[in-house]
């Protein structure tokens, strides 16, 4: 078993024995403000002028840098998130998908190691593993969307480095048992290999968080975003959780101003109405179960997937990618087509939306299938 408490090989930390050579060595950039942030400030070459235009809702000054390890915001995530959560546990990102990109590069040497993902799962796993020069390991879930924890175990060698689990899955909608991903922490197989939860739907689930590992797992780290539940994609804001020696490692790599004092601040009054998000999720489940109770009614639709988060994958009798096309061509609805994911034959992916939103879907979906069946 791999945890903080029990293995004498884990107590230096996975960091130190993961990571490469030469991220180990990396003296990290420092910014203009790791020494002084306060008084008359001539260090940095910024206008002092100001820029030309001014959001009104903006307090920070945009004419300085942000902080660059975006302290504030660290804590508001960790107040909501609890488990006795630190800044130090806390790397917030550009998007999850820069998280994503790091931890390959900070564990993975290109055309030699190895990450693993089990399909169908995000893709952007494969895609910076691509960019990274990281070869992908394919360890399928059951055509349930489950996991196969003995094929997992066996499919890791001392190249693996990284293990990805999406939870709840993208295109599955399905989140994966805690126990389950605690059972592959708990082999000794995985002591070697970092084990990525990515749980940008978690909002929506009933299963809970994996957020409470980092604590008793040296090797694991939690992917969240404010994309989904908290409806600010657009500000591009996500957090790695995990062990401080991994958080570091990543602070140490990022860019040195990664994420905007805009976003920042965003994010900063939106963990300041969490009783808003409550509502909105509340709202958005009531319409989950509404429109997958619509589907499960269609004669053409074979199978609606349970969901555990703000989508619904479903499978139509017959063709699915021309439906797809033709409710956005012809009926101005943009769903995505996933037939070509595994075990997602003739399967549509489609985001709960507004109940207008809905209802147009449900409408052009009908419409699509029939002209064409």
């Known amino acids: 078993m791999c945890t903080t408490d029990n ?42 002028f ?14 300085r840098y942000p902080d660059p390890y975006q302290v504030p915001l660290k804590q508001k995530l960790a107040a909501h998130r609890g488990n006795e959560l630190e800044s130090s546990n806390i790397f ?27 399909p169908p799962t995000y893709g952007m796993y494969k895609v910076c ?20 924890i003995p094929n997992i175990l066996e499919a890791i060698t001392p190249e693996a480095k990284l293990l990805f689990l999406c939870s709840p899955g993208n295109p599955t909608a399905k989140a994966l048992p805690l126990a389950d991903i605690e059972a592959v922490l708990q082999s000794p197989q995985t002591c070697d290999t970092i084990v990525v939860v990515d749980e940008a739907y978690v909002d929506f689930s009933t299963q809970g968080s994996a957020v409470g590992l980092v604590h008793r797992y040296p090797n694991v780290v939690v992917l969240q975003t404010l994309s989904k539940a908290f409806g600010l994609a657009a500000i591009r804001c996500g957090f790695c959780i995990g062990p401080p020696d991994i958080i570091q490692l990543m602070n140490n790599c990022k860019a040195p101003y990664n994420v905007n004092a805009l976003t920042s601040e965003l994010a900063i009054q939106a963990f300041d109405h969490v009783d808003v998000l409550d509502t909105n999720i509340a709202s958005l489940l009531s319409e989950r179960a ?29 063709h699915a990618q021309a439906v797809y096309k033709d409710m956005a061509d012809q009926g101005g609805v943009v769903t995505r087509f996933r037939g070509t994911e595994m075990h997602c034959d003739e399967c549509i992916r489609v985001t709960v939306g507004t109940p ?5 879907f449900l409408k052009a979906l009908q419409t699509s299938y029939r002209a064409l069946a």
């Open 50 to 63: 100001g820029p030309p235009t001014r959001p009104e809702h903006i307090k920070d000054p945009l004419e």
């Open 290 to 318: 509404r429109v997958a109770a619509s589907l499960a009614e269609l004669d053409f639709v074979e199978k609606v997937y349970p969901s555990d988060a703000n989508f619904l994958l479903f499978r139509v009798a017959s």
């Open 129 to 148: 593993a691509k960019i990274n020069d990281v070869e992908v390991v394919n360890v399928p879930l059951t055509a349930d969307f489950d996991l196969i």
């Open 92 to 118: 917030v990102g550009v998007g999850s998908d820069e998280a994503i990109d790091l931890l390959m590069r900070i564990f993975c040497v290109p055309g030699k190691d190895k990450i693993m993902q089990t």
């Open 7 to 48: 293995s004498k090989q884990a107590a230096s930390g996975a960091a130190s024995r993961l990571a490469r050579k030469n991220i180990l060595e990396l003296a990290p950039y420092r910014c203009a403000r790791d020494d002084y942030s306060e008084g008359v400030l001539l260090d940095a070459n910024e206008n002092a």
């Open 356 to 360: 207008d939103e809905n209802e147009a």
